[in-house]
């Protein structure tokens, strides 16, 4: 359903982030890409919905090109695109609900996105995936009130409002604590599940890589080094992508929290 | 660490040598500047005027009290136009330093000639005191509290569009980021991303100004441009000290409640 | 809103809370921001035809500002810059020396009481009375002339500079004080080591930006009789001379973007 192939970023500062990545993910997988920080997992989320702009290459999603699209050409490529992103990104001074709707932005116009005047199957669909997260009670509250986990779940019902064709998460768990990062893990898996949705998942968490997906990308200096089975992560393989360091501890731990803590 | 060898021991010292050498020219140009500042300034002094101050301060101060009370009667109206003044002015500059201020912030105007110009308009603004425009104005539009009201306006835009555009330079990107992986337009961008966050700094510029406004208001009058200032002059011509004195009291008073307003109304919105 | 006891329905409408909850007090302020709006703009008295008539007028008047003529009062021109440009530093100078004391006798941590009160009331008398109205006291008290200005200036800087140094030092951080106040140091030792540090970098960035609005306003209190620049710009004005007007504020325009472009670079060396 998606196809990236030979992907290339190189920034202005002429760092090249991205070295010529190519990746075949069919529907409904759920993809977990991993790497050391500066590997280019954020850049190469970002590529794909053009919030960073490729230098080369070409992603095709439903054989839909998007590299050349034009600017509004790419607005409705990116109605069918969702992210979820790692600080939440909730616009703070606005409710939960404004949060939501701001999901269905680009099916509304203008004066009507104004006037907050969303049309009335919108509202509902809001309503029941706040329900379905556990916080339709918290609508009218304004988003800074909420605590991280609360506000991952409006990031994800914003996402989901879209009715996308693709999830594009960028590290999601990690302003969360382990049991949250569990639970909104869970939470984007089983919705995914449901709803039949391929989705790209940007962690560098390899315990819950492994626990939640299906398939796991390793990304080093911008260039794939590892693409199988999460049973495949041996210490080998987590050698080539994190570099050396003992890995026994991680894979082993299967049903405790206490590796969740070394990146903060 | 710099230190300094002296008689074989070494001692620890704030700066090198080359350091302290320098800090002391800077002094010396510093105190240069200074006393040719006061030389320049003392030589058009008369000073015999400067050692009679005292005297005159004794003399004006006796006049001033009481201050005429019943003047008060005359001094209603003024004061209502000063504070319109200070209102309608700065909902003039807001008006026009909203749009300036997303014209000159780096994030939300790539064009360098759109932002040179908001730029300009700025300084402009900035570098011309409210009295001076009023100067301007009251040969334009004749003496009365419209000329004073613009003048206010056009001092304010400056004032609040630098203050505004420099909290849309610093908002978090992420939000907007977040708006525009949903598709939506630059417009519903600006909308949803930028304005929620920039809108309490808005407010808060906009009652900040208010109350300096009012200050600036209470002078226009001396030269024409309506409010108190020219129940002051009128009285500081015909030196009517007693009613110079009640006018500062209520320019006083009048500062106090808007400082006070503005304090309750800026706890409320933010 | 619809109840939560699990139905399948969700309410399809959704509105905004309103900013202020109580629909009375919301409607009062709508209504009478209105009322008070409509009423100042009434006291306007925007007369159209005088609009109309003022507009030839003011294409006159603003046709007469250009060209800006820079040469004909050159001497005089030159010579009220110069006496602005003096006068700025001087009153900024004399102006953080006596805001000093009366700064650190305003923060609450340092002072007591009595000596607080003092002069908290020096900070408001100054801010309360515009720089202009202090100037034509300093007129009538020191004759005309730049001294007047000076005086003018410097009092106008002790209510803005006081205020904020005070308020920067009740800000700074209380552990490192005591630090120092453990070690034995004195109550001049005390604020050199500790409390100066902490508020030096924001003071050396706000005493130029103080250098930038005293010179500005040394461009109005000429106008009341304090010299500088104002006073030739009063000048130029009532001789009708709008060319070299032109000229002078440009010149203002062009000191006040160096001068703003020299407090930022001066506080990016400072930090």
């Known amino acids: 359903m998606l196809q990236l192939s030979e992907l290339t970023k190189r920034y202005n500062t002429g760092e090249l982030a991205l070295k010529g990545v190519s990746l075949e993910i069919p529907k409904g997988q759920v993809l977990a890409l991993i790497g050391p920080s500066g590997a280019g997992k954020s850049t190469l989320i970002r590529c794909i919905n053009r919030l960073v702009q490729p230098t080369s290459g070409s992603v095709v999603l439903k054989e839909l090109e998007l590299t050349k699209l034009s600017s509004s050409a790419l607005r409705r490529a990116r109605r069918r695109m969702g992210m979820i992103f790692q600080e939440y990104a909730l616009v703070e001074r606005l409710t939960v609900m404004e949060n939501v709707l701001s999901g269905r932005l680009g099916y509304v116009g203008f004066w009507r996105s104004y006037f907050r005047k969303f049309p009335s199957a919108d509202i509902q669909e809001a309503y029941r995936l706040l329900d379905r997260v556990g916080l339709k009670h918290m609508a009218d509250k304004r988003a800074d009130e909420l605590s991280g986990g609360q506000r991952q779940r409006v990031g994800i019902c914003r996402a989901l409002i879209q009715n996308p064709d693709l999830l594009l998460v960028d590290e999601p768990t990690a302003s969360l604590d382990p049991k949250t990062s569990r639970q909104i893990m869970r939470l984007i898996q089983e919705l995914c599940s449901e709803r039949g949705l391929t989705a790209i998942i940007n962690i560098h968490d390899v315990f819950l890589a492994q626990m939640f997906s299906q398939r796991v990308v390793g990304l080093e200096l911008g260039s794939v080094v590892y693409d199988g089975k999460p049973e495949g992560l041996t210490p080998e393989v987590l050698t080539r992508i994190y570099g050396e360091e003992d890995w026994s501890a991680t894979i082993k731990s299967t049903d405790e929290d206490d590796d969740e803590e070394e990146d903060f | ?270 | 809103m619809a109840d939560s006891s699990g139905t399948d329905s969700y309410p399809s409408s959704w509105k905004k809370a309103p900013f202020i909850k109580n629909s009375f007090v919301r409607w009062l302020l709508i209504v009478g921001g209105a009322i008070y709006l409509a009423a100042a703009l009434g006291t306007m008295n925007i007369d159209i035809e005088r609009v109309k008539e003022g507009l030839p007028r003011a294409q006159r008047f603003l046709d007469s500002f250009f060209p800006p003529n820079f040469a004909d009062n050159r001497g005089v021109l030159w010579e009220g810059i110069a006496e602005s440009i003096w006068m700025a530093i001087i009153s900024t100078v004399a102006g953080i020396a006596l805001s000093i004391p009366v700064g650190l006798g305003a923060a609450r941590n340092l002072a007591p009481a009595w000596v607080y009160l003092f002069c908290r009331g020096i900070i408001a008398a100054s801010r309360t009375f515009p720089e202009i109205i202090l100037a034509i006291f300093a007129v009538k008290l020191f004759g005309f002339g730049p001294f007047a200005g000076f005086v003018a200036l410097a009092l106008g800087t002790i209510g803005f500079y006081a205020k904020l140094l005070a308020e920067d030092i009740e800000n700074s951080s209380a552990s490192q004080a005591e630090a120092v106040k453990a070690t034995g140091a004195n109550w001049f030792q005390w604020v050199n080591y500790s409390i100066q540090p902490q508020v030096m970098p924001r003071m050396i960035g706000l005493s130029v930006y103080r250098l930038d609005i005293n010179f500005r306003e040394s461009a109005v209190v000429g106008i009341v009789g304090g010299g500088g620049i104002g006073a030739t710009l009063n000048t130029s004005f009532s001789r009708y001379e709008f060319d070299t007007a032109a000229a002078i504020l440009i010149i203002i325009i062009l000191i006040v973007m160096a001068m703003e472009y020299t407090s930022s670079f001066m506080r990016k060396w400072v930090q």
């Open chain 2, 1 to 270: 660490m710099p230190t300094i060898t002296n008689n074989g021991t070494e001692s620890w010292r704030l700066r090198t040598s080359k350091e302290q050498w320098i800090r002391w020219v800077c002094w010396l140009i510093g105190i240069a500047i200074i006393m040719y500042a006061w030389q320049m300034i003392s030589e058009k002094t008369v000073w015999f005027f400067v050692t009679d101050a005292p005297n005159q301060a004794a003399d004006i101060g006796a006049r001033m009290v009481p201050p005429k009370w019943s003047y008060m009667d005359k001094l209603w109206k003024p004061v209502w136009d000063t504070i319109n003044i200070a209102t309608l002015g700065t909902v003039i500059a807001m008006v026009i330093a909203v749009p300036v201020a997303f014209a000159t912030a780096r994030n939300t105007t790539p064009n360098i000639v759109v932002r040179t110009i908001g730029l300009f308009i700025i300084v402009s603004s900035r570098s011309v005191n409210s009295l001076i425009w009023a100067l301007i104005l009251v040969f334009i539009l004749g003496p009365g509290v419209l000329a004073g009201t613009i003048a206010i306006g056009l001092r304010s835009v400056g004032f609040c569009a630098k203050l505004i555009y420099e909290s849309i330079e610093e908002i978090d990107h992420t939000q907007v980021e977040a708006i525009e992986a949903t598709g939506a337009s630059s417009s519903q961008k600006m909308l949803f991303g930028i304005l929620p966050q920039v809108l309490p700094t808005i407010a808060g510029v906009g009652i900040y100004r208010w109350d300096i406004n009012i200050r600036e208001s209470t002078i226009l009058g001396l030269v024409g441009a309506g409010g108190i200032g020219l129940q002051l002059n009128g009285s500081l011509n015909t030196l009517a000290w007693t009613q110079v004195s009640l006018i500062l009291i209520v320019i006083l008073v009048t500062v106090f409640i808007s400082e006070w307003v503005s304090a309750k109304v800026r706890g409320a919105i933010i």
